[in-house]
């Protein structure tokens, strides 16, 4: 689920402490680093990539996507309408499955989006859900369209990983849960990712290995040396902390 870079506009949420123009890039190199991992994860499992985008209009923003990632509008008044849409196009176009996967998680390891891929592969219905951290889900798959499980969500809240599964067992859907991972869409995070990306702080727990997030640890490396980023991000730490 791919929303177009636009200053102001884009990871509002990461302002402060960064500028409007640095969280753009950041989404920018989230989404090249999404799409490295999907046609990695590809290579290894039965995985087509695409990106349903937003605001109408920005198709031409996307150009940069490898040749593997196919990218289509989707773009809805309610976030669980964009959801729901979306499951209905790639099922619409053929594939035996669909799953939705977020725009935050660069480091997504691999092994994730493979254990959804055997598992949506099986016989018999069913979902499957990887929760975010902050009570929100990385990715939901499902093998028939389920309109309940977008309906009464309390989007952008740590309420929605609990109130999907509600919403499943409400219509006796079976689930098969994912690791849990995390969110870059506010300053801890992206600290999170940093720790990740270059101390060795690892997220998640088992053996499962990040992605690579090459453009991302890139655009950090940049902004640490141009623009004091792992200051900044000290910063809010500590204003945290002490508040």
Known sequence: MAKASKPGR????????????EAALFNTAF???IAANLLNAGRGGSIAGYMAYGPP?????????PAGIKIFEAWHPNFGECL?????????????????????????PQAFLLEAARVLAAPGDRAVLGPSNDGGYYLLGLKRHHARLFE??????????????????????????????????DAEALAILRGELFDGHAFGIGDARPAEARHTRSLIERLDRDARLAF????VSLERSSG
Do not use: M
């Open 10 to 21: 884009t990871k509002t949420r990461l302002s402060p402490p960064l500028t409007g123009d």
């Open 31 to 33: 989404l090249r680093d």
């Open 57 to 65: 209009g920005e198709h031409a923003f996307f150009d940069f996507l």
């Open 84 to 108: 729901s849409a979306t499951i209905v196009e790639l099922l619409g176009r053929g594939h035996g499955a669909a799953c939705v996967l977020n725009a935050d998680s660069p480091t997504l």
């Open 152 to 185: 009464d969500i309390a989007w952008s809240t740590e309420r929605v990983a609990a109130q999907t599964l509600e919403r499943a067992t409400e219509i006796g859907l079976a689930v098969h849960v994912l690791p849990t991972w995390y969110d870059v869409d």
């Open 232 to 235: 900044r991000l000290g910063d």
